[in-house]
């Protein structure tokens, strides 16, 4: 489970996306949610697409290829979930994530 702020900051980490990741929650909050991503594979394009289309409410998933600390590289599958307060303001995204 991983929480992002609305600029995809991270915010919360739960302890299996650190065992996965080998990055600790210290290392993780408030990166960019690309931190760990290899560069050959990010298209900024495709994330800003992808980014508004949640900014805009609407759940989405994906598989996304990251690297471990040690440059390794795993896979998870991904549901980006928008949350909104009381009076429907997005306020984070929620991300449940299967490694896969």
Not at 49 to 73: M, S
Request: hydrophobic fraction near 40%; include cysteine.
């Amino acid at each position: 489970v991983l929480e992002f702020d609305l600029e995809g900051k991270f915010m919360y980490v739960n302890s299996k996306f650190c065992e996965i990741s080998q990055y600790t929650e210290d290392e993780t909050i408030w990166r960019h949610l690309n931190f760990n991503i290899d560069a050959n594979d990010f298209d900024l394009n495709e994330f800003n697409f992808f980014w508004n289309q949640i900014l805009q409410g609407k759940t989405l998933q994906r598989t996304i290829k990251r690297l471990r600390k040690d440059g390794e590289p795993f896979w998870l599958r991904a549901t980006f979930f928008p949350i909104t307060d009381e009076d429907r303001n997005l306020i984070k995204i929620t991300c449940v994530a299967n490694d896969i």
